[in-house]
């Protein structure tokens, strides 16, 4: 078992990291109240919330059971919960538990944060892709008018626990989606740490439960380490967008219908890496490495097949809101573990690059 601690200027709080704590009873002993609302999805329920509920036996519960998928983070979503807690009366010293991927920590994180101006909030994240990246930093918030997370605000959970049994359920796609992230922190943040998953990526794609303890532990440390510098993602941590502008694109040009966000960041990270070999800030040689490992995974490397045009996903990409002042900036490699952020690239390159990387 693995503990670290999330510091910012308003918060600190543990994330437990390991196997068995559901048996444990590690639960009981975080929530101090005994008023708790849960809120989870369809799929997840079905799979683990009788466990759930046993352990948490002695507790007042109330159950919210959303239904899945990222069509279903919105506005609506957030009501139903603050709806339950005006209706059974939920005050400052309740707590609201979420049990699952990315989708149900954002909206329960986000109606947490605006519910009594902020409660109790503990995490439960079922998904690769939550345990190394939503459920750790704080962000929360929903999809409004079919633009994702348009709401949302900065809020820190009181524990987040990361039971890494929860991930032998999860779909082969879903983990894998998972493992693009992970390798994302190699990539951007610890070039060490990109030899390592070079070494133990079939354990991962095996679901080793100690080598993914190890992986799962390093990104959410890289990943807090950056939050606690810059909470508020203004500077460092936005190394961690590396590849995301190309997949914000790539998921809002396919309708979020088609490709997983993961997927997304493999093919946006291979565009980037792309990039800087064209603009000679690194080696091919890195483009082929990040290539051969993604490739391994098994992750879906050609863009999508309703991508019928290159110019739909360049617009879409010159929207994304991390352009300033009418130039868009990226996160590009200059090292393997080492980001630099290049503004002011001229237009046509772009519009090269997703061609060329089209028609290879
Ligand atoms: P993400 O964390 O990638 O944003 P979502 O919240 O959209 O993920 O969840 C992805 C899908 O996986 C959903 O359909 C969800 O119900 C399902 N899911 C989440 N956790 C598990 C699990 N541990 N086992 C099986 N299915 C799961
Ligand atoms: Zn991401």
Known sequence: MHIIRSQTNNSSYPVYIGTDFIDSGLL?????????????????ADIYLQTICETLTGFSLNLIILPPGEVNKNWEAVTKIIDVLVAFKHDRFSTLVSLGGGVIGDVTGFAASIFMRGINWLQLPTTLMAQVDAAVGGKTGCNYFGIKNLIGTFYQPQNVVIEIAFLRTLPDREYLSGLAEVVKYGMACDGEFFIWLEKHIYDLINRDPNILELAIHRCCQIKLELVQQ?????GQRRVLNF???????????TEFASILHGEAVAIGMLLATRLAVKLGLVERELLIRLYNLLNCIG?????????????????????????????LSLMLPCALG???????????CLEDLIQDYAST
Not at 246 to 252: C, D, I, N, R, T
Not at 339 to 344: L, Y
């Open 243 to 253: 590849g995301h502008t190309f997949a914000h694109a790539l998921e809002s040009a």
């Open 230 to 234: 810059d909470e508020n993602d203004h």
């Open 338 to 348: 080492k980001i630099k952020v290049i503004q002011g690239l001229d237009l046509k």
């Open 28 to 44: 009981q002993t975080l929530l101090p109240m005994p008023r708790i609302v849960l809120v989870t999805d369809q799929t997840v």
């Open 299 to 327: 992750l879906p490397l050609a863009l999508p097949s309703e991508i019928s045009s290159v110019g739909a996903l360049y617009n879409f990409m010159m929207r994304d809101k991390k352009k300033q002042a009418a130039q």
